[in-house]
């Protein structure tokens, strides 16, 4: 079956540099989540986009921006780097239309972020 | 932010049954209770979600108490591959932001 697909998987940048990563949700998925996981924490919920507009935010700082094109991939773009921003990024997406309201979400295998 | 607590690490023999609990005491009536897990640096991977009944599928069992504030995921006969953080998570009917909190470490043993 195919799943969520990120890219790049590594990704090296130094301070104060930009950085864009993308996700391709699962075909026929219309919603995609951003996390970001530290090392040794858990992960973060940063922001959600349905149907190509934002659903819900968390703590994404304001240096980053995503967005959820018209075929439904979604980017998120990292400006001004600092070195707490090295972590795994994982996207993951959903099919939002279930009665119940109730989705469960495949993440990708994520995106390591180097700032140095 | 997050509201449910676990206990942050269980033992568990291969080929046992695995019980992991999950206190949400202030859940609301319209709020899920999931399951995943995360393998090493992983993505975290969907295990089961229930509102009010109990849940079975391939991977798993969820238990959730009558009054809703707590819940059990079991893994009927658990294995190597099983070890990982496993973490319980609430979240509103319809909802999309996801709170991961500490999960619990499980480490299964041959």
């Known amino acids: ?116 | 932010d997050a509201k449910t607590t676990q206990p942050p690490s269980m033992d568990c023999a291969e080929g046992r049954a695995a019980n992991l609990p999950c206190n949400h005491s202030t859940i609301s009536g319209n709020e899920y209770v999931y399951w995943y897990r995360q393998i090493h640096s992983q993505g975290p991977q969907y295990i089961i979600h229930g509102l009010k009944n109990n849940e079975t599928n391939e991977m798993a069992s969820l238990i959730i108490t009558e009054d809703r504030k707590s819940s059990t995921l079991i893994l009927p006969h658990a294995t190597l591959r099983d070890t990982a953080v496993y973490y319980c998570i609430v979240r509103v009917v319809g909802g999309f932001k996801t709170i991961f909190g500490a999960g619990t470490r499980l480490f299964v043993k041959a």
């Open chain 1, 1 to 116: 079956a195919a799943g969520v697909i990120q890219s790049p998987r590594h990704l090296i940048k130094e301070k104060r540099e930009t950085a864009t990563l993308k996700c391709y949700p699962i075909p026929r998925h219309d919603t995609v989540y951003w996390y970001q996981q530290g090392p040794g924490q858990d992960p973060q919920f940063l922001i959600s986009f349905y149907e190509k507009m934002q659903s819900d935010k968390g703590s994404i700082p304001d240096r980053f921006s995503a967005q959820q094109f018209s075929d439904y991939h979604s980017e998120l773009n990292m400006s001004s780097l600092e070195l707490g921003d090295s972590a795994l990024y994982f996207c993951a997406s959903s099919s939002y239309r279930q009665v119940e309201g109730a989705y469960e979400q495949y993440f990708g295998p994520g995106t390591r972020l180097t700032v140095t």
